[in-house]
């Protein structure tokens, strides 16, 4: 299509005049570098660190701070705890919050899946449970049930504590 062919087929859709200009000192376009693509940068959110495998969503929170966790008479405790209601490592995660202080402006259910949780001593932050509930008595937040209980070094001497427990852990997995 020649120039004059191409005007007249313009002015069917445009009532206005064009004109055509020839420049023969047009420079031709420099290619344009592309830009890579930025990614925004990451946060890294530090990671949650437990023990287990979490198959049930039973999380269970400890505080220890007396060495290596795993070889301590607390750790053989809460073992023969989770045994007494049919649960192995494989079903729960064991976090130990003193491994976790990275962590304490987040919330727990955004760490990790759990339905059920059972925690021992000091109330860690990123659970936000309210402080003024009672030991040994579930209670529901957010549709997870809760039961909270002293800490494993009390528990270890405390006969009445551990029948306070096995009775709360025997409603909360329904053991006769």
Known sequence: MNTSEEQSFLSLFIDTPIYVIKNDNFDTPTPVEKLEEQTPPTIEQPELKFYGQNKYGVAIIVNYNNGDFLKSEEFNLLIKICEAVSLSLNEIAIINSNENKALEDLELNTLIGYSTLIHFGDIWEPT?????????????????????????AVLKNDVNAKRALWGALKVLFAKN
């Open 128 to 152: 936000n449970i309210p402080s003024s509930k009672d030991l040994y008595q579930s209670l529901s937040i957010e549709g997870k049930t809760i039961l909270l209980a002293d800490d494993l």
